[in-house]
């Protein structure tokens, strides 16, 4: 039963790479999203997915795009990592019933330092 | 409770007591409200959720209180234990909208033995 799987867990970068954090779910959820979190700081929305081929910008999506082409897979893409994304990433994922949706389930986080 | 600054709002109690974390929502088209819990190292988990036709909802050990008059929320946890302390965080989903939830900043609770 592995719910939301998010690779890698820890990953370190230097200023200006790319890279691309992976998220999966197996629970056939609709909804996906990635949340960052900083130090003292809540969980703040970069990009978001309603369904396979949906996506829409959250709070703060400067510097990260995503895309949904399965059901299963919402990857969040840097394409040129900057020290301000020094951060924790968080994808999650809940189901829609009806006009309504379910709590969210979250992965265990991926730690990102770019140096 | 949320509060604006670089701080984590801090709640400390003794094992045994009751804890009451506080959340102000923002935004009155809200209907439908979820408490997380954050353990160090992982990422939130689900504690207990309430829709807007309720005023509250009980669990095991914890309740939710909602007052839609002045949108604020509330997570009651009674006889808090040493495995409670953790990151708390309220979120709101607003009706008519993504769905994809808003969190608050969170609270930090500390149950010292």
């Known amino acids: 039963n592995a719910g939301v799987t998010q690779t890698p867990k820890f990953q370190v970068l230097k200023t200006g790479q790319s890279m691309t954090l992976q998220c999966a779910q197996d629970?056939?959820?609709?909804?996906m999203s990635w949340y960052r979190q900083d130090p003292g700081m809540g969980l703040r929305l970069i990009h978001y997915?309603?369904?396979?081929?949906?996506?829409d910008q959250g709070e703060v999506p400067n510097g990260y795009n995503v895309s949904r082409s399965t059901t299963e897979d919402f990857p969040l893409r840097l394409l040129s990592a900057a020290p301000s994304q020094t951060s924790v990433y968080f994808c999650?994922?809940?189901?829609?019933?009806?006009?309504?949706?379910?709590?969210?389930?979250f992965g265990q986080g991926t730690r990102l330092t770019v140096v | 409770g949320e509060s604006v600054g670089l701080h984590l709002p801090t709640l400390s109690v003794q094992e045994g007591d009751n804890s009451i974390i506080n959340c102000a929502y923002s935004?009155?088209?809200?209907?439908?409200f979820i408490w997380y819990k954050q353990e160090s190292g992982k990422g939130p988990q689900f504690i207990i959720d309430?829709?807007?036709?309720?005023d509250k909802r009980q669990g095991q050990r914890v309740t939710v209180l909602l007052n839609k008059t002045v949108k604020h929320l509330s997570l009651q946890i009674a006889a808090t234990q040493p495995g409670d302390s953790a990151v708390y965080f309220c979120?709101?989903?607003?009706?008519?909208?993504?769905?994809?939830?808003?969190f608050g900043r969170g609270t930090s609770l500390i149950v010292h033995p």
């Open positions: 629970m056939n959820h609709e909804y």
């Open positions: 997915s309603v369904g396979a081929g949906i996506t």
């Open positions: 309430i829709r807007s036709n309720m």
């Open positions: 999650a994922s809940s189901r829609r019933t009806g006009t309504r949706n379910t709590e969210a389930f």
């Open positions: 935004n009155s088209a809200s209907d439908y």
């Open positions: 979120a709101e989903n607003m009706r008519g909208g993504s769905y994809i939830p808003t």
